[in-house]
């Protein structure tokens, strides 16, 4: 099956998908990450009108979804046809800099293509890597490298270093 982004083999939706508040379920998939901004960088400096910016790059914003204490902006019919459904916004931490919390749900390959959509999916890459790079100043490959490093600092037992 040619999915690109698609977080379950067998095209079953996500977990929490059209609820009014994302979860993390123990044993179940979700596709929400957060992006840690260029250090000396803040979300709100880079970004000031959120959902203007979601609406430039994905289409009109149709609901909001609670995650983390924070509302997020869901854009339910996105403009390009690869994307299903974007949920995208600010998450707020008390006493640490806020991070950009996004999940791009996208349709299976197949479906967009018999649709004609030849170049949606070139398209679709690029919106996300650029609006990505625009709200935290970092390019795919330093996104990706903070990624790995945030996942191998969690897998450090905690008496590690004590």
Do not use: C, Q
Request: glycine residues 8%; hydrophobic residues 30%; aromatic residues 6%.
């Amino acid at each position: 099956m040619g999915h690109w982004n698609t977080p379950r083999s067998d095209g079953r939706p996500v977990p929490g998908a059209g609820t009014k508040e994302v979860r993390a379920v123990p044993g179940k998939e979700t596709t929400m990450r957060e992006y840690k901004m260029r250090r000396g960088e803040y979300l709100e400096e880079r970004i000031e009108d959120m959902e203007a910016k979601v609406e430039d790059y994905f289409g009109s914003v149709t609901d909001t979804e609670s995650y983390k204490d924070s509302e997020l902006l869901v854009v339910e019919e996105p403009d390009n046809p690869v994307f299903s459904r974007i949920t995208a916004g600010t998450v707020e931490y008390s006493g640490k800099k806020d991070k950009l919390a996004v999940e791009f749900e996208e349709r299976p390959a197949e479906e967009v293509i018999e649709e004609g959509h030849f170049d949606a999916a070139e398209e679709a890459v690029s919106l996300k890597n650029d609006f990505l790079e625009e709200a935290t100043g970092r390019d795919a490959k330093s996104r990706r490298e903070s990624m790995k490093r945030s996942v191998e600092d969690d897998e450090v037992p905690d008496n590690v270093g004590d």
